[in-house]
C-alpha cells in the first residue's frame, strides 16, 4: 500500500539533544511538509521541499533544520536551538506543490522533551 | 498567523442529527479543503473545494464556499459516532504561496 511513513511514534529529547524524525513515502509525491501541532491547536508549517535537494522555510523554521536528499524522504531535525520542542509534528506529501492537491498525512510523532 | 479560523471550536450531537462546522479566512484563495483528524494520528483529506465552485458533495458530506464572505462549511449528514473527531479547513491561498494554511480546528463529538 503506498502511503507516508513516520517513525518513530513516539520520542524523547533530553535539554541539549539534536534528534531526528523520519519520514518517508512511497506515493511518487513531489512535494513533501513539516508541521507541527499543539494541544487543541492547529498545523503551523515548519518546512517544505518542492523537489530534491531543495526545501523551504515555513512560518516557524528556527531551531529546525531539514535535508531533502531523496525524493522519498524528508527527515526533520529538531536542534537544540529549538527552545520548546514538545508537540507532535506531522509529515505531507502531495503529488507537487500546485494549489489543486491535497495532501496525505503520516500518523505523526511525538516528541517530548525529559 | 491562522488563514482559516473554524466555528464552533467544539460541538457535540446525537448520532443521527447532521453537524455544521464553519470556516471563516482573510485572504483570496486558489481553493479550501477540509480534513479530519482522529485523536493522536495524521489528518485525512475530506474533499478540496475549488474558488470558482458554490457547493461540493462526497458521500455524507457537503461543502458549500461562498467567496464574498470568505467563509466554508461542511456538513455531515446522519452523523455516527465514527465520525467523533477534529475537523479542519485549510486554505491554498491565491498568488505565489505553495503550501497549505490550516486553522485551529473543530472537535465533534458524536454520542450514540
Not at chain 1, 520520542?11 to 523520519?22: C, D, I, P, Y
Not at chain 2, 505553495?98 to 458524536?110: E, M, W
Request: charged residues 20%; proline residues 3%; hydrophobic residues 30%.
Amino acid at each position: 500500500d503506498g502511503g507516508i511513513t513516520q517513525s518513530p511514534k513516539y520520542l524523547f529529547r533530553k535539554e541539549g539533544q539534536n534528534v531526528t524524525l523520519s519520514c518517508e513515502q512511497n506515493l511518487n509525491h513531489d512535494a513533501m511538509y513539516w508541521y507541527r501541532q499543539d494541544p487543541g491547536q492547529g498545523l503551523r508549517l515548519i518546512y517544505y521541499s518542492q523537489i530534491v535537494n531543495d526545501f523551504q522555510k515555513g512560518d516557524i523554521a528556527e531551531g529546525y533544520s531539514v535535508s531533502r536528499e531523496k525524493k522519498e524522504s524528508f527527515p526533520l531535525t529538531v536542534t537544540s536551538a529549538q527552545k520548546n520542542p514538545t508537540a507532535f509534528y506531522l509529515c505531507a506529501s502531495s503529488i507537487r506543490t500546485g494549489l489543486d492537491y491535497g495532501y496525505t498525512f503520516g500518523s505523526g510523532t511525538r516528541l517530548t522533551v525529559v | 498567523s491562522q488563514q482559516g479560523e473554524e466555528d464552533p471550536q467544539a460541538l457535540s450531537i446525537q448520532e443521527g442529527e447532521n453537524a455544521t462546522m464553519n470556516c471563516s479566512y482573510k485572504t483570496s484563495i486558489n481553493n479550501l479543503q477540509w480534513y479530519r483528524q482522529n485523536s493522536g494520528r495524521g489528518l485525512v483529506h475530506l474533499i478540496l473545494i475549488r474558488s470558482n465552485e458554490r457547493e461540493k458533495h462526497s458521500g455524507r458530506l457537503r461543502v458549500t464556499l461562498d467567496t464574498s464572505k470568505k467563509s466554508s462549511s461542511l456538513l455531515i449528514t446522519a452523523s455516527r459516532a465514527a465520525d467523533t473527531a477534529s475537523y479542519f479547513c485549510a486554505t491554498a491561498l491565491s498568488g505565489s504561496a505553495r503550501q497549505l494554511t490550516f486553522g485551529s480546528g473543530t472537535q465533534l463529538t458524536v454520542l450514540p
